[in-house]
């Protein structure tokens, strides 16, 4: 068996082959009297609370297929090491797959290094590897565990986006359960309480929820180990089975006119095919992989693709959301601002995302479009800037920096990213700040601003920007550029992060909410 394949370098960006076949495949089926199949809606509730000593995850058990329940026990919370597991809301395959792969790799590591892995290593894996899918895998998860830095509860979603929060639900029950946990949530709690509170959260869920039910299960995960309670609390309502199901034996035809659309002649040519292309093509279970590329469906037309995606009987592809990002140089460095707000349409996903990556001790960057795309991207820029500084023995400057970022850029220009960057630190030539976009552009300024309320930041550090301006007074700068523009954009707010880029390295400044800055300047506004 040829093995060229792994010597192969694979081409960065979308690869859409497979579009073609759709189009047959709809024109074939009765042009357009029949659609294509449709992905079924999942239904779970799973949520995850941080209390005082550890971890307490909880999940539902019920799995469904459209509106038939398919299991009553299905187990929604998985072992991932001895110290982390993970609750997997969406298509069920896809979430037991990719835990599964999760934890061979884990245990890997833990043999050849003697120690249990780190929870933000296990969440790192899996961005890495939902992220190069871009939505294909169907896997929402919440990630938690405990380590030797403490207790730590991640949501991953799947185009991989990551965040650390205190407290998630997450399915099609999770506004009945966030609900709960927003209403009764508090930092450091008793055992007692968030388990309490978990199930609550949970049954909120399934009440309120058709496609979550039956029982509850609950996972402790604490330093000295591990409480798998399953179940937890059993359903309320329990019945025999008074029938048996019988199917019709002739289920082999809807294949067959399946394959004979495709061009395969008969079965084996099919299993030929598959097995010549798996033997021409990258792995793409391989969570290192040397090249960067996607693995998604390939094709030939990219717009034809986008199209078939946004038509009334597919899936739309909606790429709405809200950021607001401000940064400016002044005499004593450079000032960063931002909100952390991060929104999944017009839903709140997170009210404390940090859309500020700290690359290293001197470098820092912002988010704003696609949350998976800029923290991967920006993540891979870090790994990059310690590699250069272990090769150089020296750091990196922020002019290479940048344009690190830019050429990763331009080879997937054109192919569905979604970022607006910008870049800031302190080198041997002084503060600088770069901005950097999904289309490779870099451009090198005193002051940028990104995101969809950046006309109003602009508007606000436009008017009392100064060269010479003391550090308090650009703090000051900052923070009313940031609240001003979330009173007035619907997709900003939360609080603002505000850092300082000095020439010993940066600093973080404060945190404050929006709100009570919006009434401190309420007397300005009105």
Known sequence: MAFSHAFESPVPGFNFENSTRNILLDNALGE???NAPKPLKTGTTIAGVVYKDGVVLGADTRATSSEVVADKMCAKIHYIAPNIYCCGA???ADTEKTTELLSS????FSMNSGRNPRVVMAANILQNMLFRYHGGIGANLILGGVDCTGSHLYTVGPYGDMDEVPYLAMGSGDLAAMGVLEDRFKPRMEQGEAKTLVRDAIHAGIMSDLGSGNNIDICVITSKGVDYIRP?????YKDNRQKKYKYKQDHISPIMALLDVSGFSSFSGFGKQRQAQLVDRPNHYSFGAKSQEFAVPVGVDPSTFLKSCNCEDGISIDMSHGTTTLAFKFRHGVIVAVDSRASAGSYIASKEANKVIEINPYLLGTMSGSAADCQYWERLLAKECRLYKLR???RISVSAASKLLSNMMLGYRGMGLSMGSMICGWDKKGPGLYYVDDD?????????????GNSYAYGVVDSGYREDMTVEEAYELGRRGIAHATHRDAYSGGVVNLYHMKEDGWIKVCKEDVSELIHRYRKGMF
């Open 32 to 34: 357009g009297k029949t």
């Open 90 to 92: 969406g298509t069920a």
């Open 440 to 452: 490779g552009t870099r451009l090198s300024g005193r002051m940028f601003s990104t995101g969809c």
């Open 105 to 108: 790799n884990l245990t890997i």
């Open 392 to 394: 150089n023995k020296q």
């Open 232 to 236: 937890y609390q059993e359903s309320e």
